[in-house]
DNA sequence: TTTTAGCACTCTTTTAATCAGATTGCTAAT
DNA sequence: ATTAGCAATCTGATTAAAAGAGTGCTAAAA
């Protein structure tokens, strides 16, 4: 149905869009494409193109613009995943290669390196805390009444937390704390630390359940939060001709804005490396006005956050996916080289 | 030269205009703010008040809008400063009673709370940390290569930072830093982290300049960067017909995407309570189009950071200024209890 | 059969012109 | 000192006309 020739001039079509953003017309098609026929012979071509859903038209006698089955398509054969230059490669190592305290600050380090790059709003998040596996938990004193826990999970974040107290809390108190929560928790899922560890807990230490109990609760309250979201070049955005009407600038600017719907975002289904979500093809009403290009960054099995753009629906879908491919492999590079 | 009817012309049209966003006719003000004279007599006033440059015109026939100069003549001597309801303050109160573990979460909560009160983007940022004092600083080992700096200021804020290792570190190293640095920095201000002190503790610890030399990097790193922003409300200000303007729009959101600009609009000069600036009076700009209020909540002599608010000119400068007034005294109340 | 030239037709965008409405400034009266 | 009244000015909405861009279709060419 969709001959070559037909994919070589919605390859061209969506091209052009991208770039300038105007219904693409069949001369303009003809004049900086190298399609070897005339413009009238793109103009059936076009029009059967329409008909199969692949383009639209904003009215009887205007050019042509994708659809998104037309992007789809785009994304799924026509595109190149090395639309990347040697600049931006030497560009994107040398910004990696930083060395790094807290694997966090690498997941920021990317996320602002892909907004540079590919000029879009990016985003991330780091990995759902409930599914990492306690490596180690630590009680430390401040003061006389302010405890501070510190949780190391294996995929070498750090979370930590402070619990007041009304009455003073002993070094000894402490210790008892640290070997009773390691004992119990090391190895265990964060998800764990629900309610039989929470009885089996205060049996143990019923000495002190005016302690243990904020505790636990704290604890709870701070694996609980939201991932922290980080987000680069918000207003690249503002830039796109597609900004320019008030109510899309309002929506994204909502969309930034609203923590659930940006977590919802960069969770959202994940059946490859990198996942790209067209217009209707996002969940969320609120999103299918953009495009969503998502990727996790693991090492092994293990989960260490999603870096996300979000753009026009005419995003440069080319660029940024070789740009994520491309950031993608080196953070396990340097991931293997840390040895964690 | 201002007289008493003039004043009260100019507060009637800088209300009505913070309330409806167009120019302000003679005609309106006769009819909604009671002032007992003819359109005629008002608009020989306006004339005036135009004339002394209070008031400007957008075209030859159409109605006043407040210059610069007038808003700053309502604000030092037109305004209420308690404008403010019983069901606000209600909600004030009830939002500031939470219990929290860490400083920062109240100056969030006062943060959100004003935005919510107001309906304007408010921002806050914590207080310059080189100025608060050491009250302790404790290292904690975290597995056998990392270990966790953790910063406990007078102020009551906790940083802490994590140092990777490249070889193990024991127990009794640990221990010896906890001693050293207590012993010497303790009850110093943040700032003393400074070249003479380096050298005192690499003079102690020659056995160890492999350790403590990254560790006062890092530490020095951790408290030199960026005061953490925080920001709240930003989608409110698109709601103002000020930001239908595309420009408008865009200059904000490149203001709030500017952390430089956004610590510069918070840190600027401090002379009274509640600070104001209105367009031009700001020093940057990128901030001449907007107008800023913020204020420094304290205890004692005790910066504890800024809450700030940044809207149009046309900013409802008597709420405003009420709301931060009644969060400043509340927070202040909810200081003392704390005891800190 | 496939491709193309050519042209009528459609729709958008731009420009100009007109008109109704709002508000002022000024003059003369109160 | 205040006000009524009115010409003058400017905006904003509406309409009309013209220019421009691009398509779809027909008939000819390859």
Do not use: C, W
Request: net charge negative.
């Amino acid at each position: 149905m969709i001959d070559d020739r037909k994919k070589r001039v919605l390859q061209a079509i969506i091209e052009e869009y991208i770039n300038t953003a105007e219904p693409v017309s069949s001369k303009a098609i003809v004049e900086n494409y190298g399609l070897n026929y005339s413009s009238a012979t793109i103009r059936n071509e076009m029009a059967s193109l329409e008909k199969s859903g692949y383009l639209e038209k904003t009215h009887t006698s205007s050019g042509r613009i994708p659809s998104e089955k037309g992007y789809r398509l785009y994304v799924d054969e026509l595109i190149k995943d090395d639309d990347i230059s040697l600049e931006e490669i030497k560009y994107i190592s040398s910004k990696l290669e930083t060395k790094v305290n807290e694997i966090e600050d690498l997941t920021k380090i990317a996320t602002s390196t892909i907004s540079e790059v590919t000029h879009y709003t990016t985003v991330s998040i780091g990995p759902s805390v409930s599914y990492q596996i306690i490596k180690e938990i630590k009680f430390v004193l401040l003061g006389n009444r302010m405890l501070m826990a510190v949780i190391l999970t294996d995929t070498g974040m750090v979370k930590e937390t402070i619990i007041k107290f009304d009455e003073d809390i002993t070094e000894k108190q402490v210790e008892t704390l640290n070997y009773m929560f390691n004992n119990k928790l090391k190895g265990e899922p964060i998800e764990k630390i629900d309610r039989p560890l929470e009885e089996y807990l205060f049996d143990e230490m019923t000495y002190s359940v005016k302690v243990i109990k904020p505790i636990i609760e704290q604890i709870k309250k701070v694996l609980a939060e939201d991932e922290t979201l980080y987000l680069e070049g918000a207003n690249k955005s503002f830039e796109l001709p597609e900004f320019n009407s008030l109510e899309v600038a309002k929506n994204f600017i909502n969309i930034l804005d609203t923590k659930e719907l940006m977590s919802d975002m960069l969770n959202s289904g994940f059946a490859q490396d990198i996942n790209v979500y067209i217009g209707e093809e996002n969940e969320k009403d609120e999103l299918k006005d953009f495009s969503i290009v998502t990727f996790k960054h693991k090492v092994g099995d293990k989960d260490l956050g999603t870096i996300g753009i979000i753009g026009p629906k005419r995003m440069d879908y080319s660029k940024v996916i070789s740009v994520m491919k491309y950031v993608s492999k080196k953070l396990n590079e340097k991931r293997d080289e840390n040895g964690e």
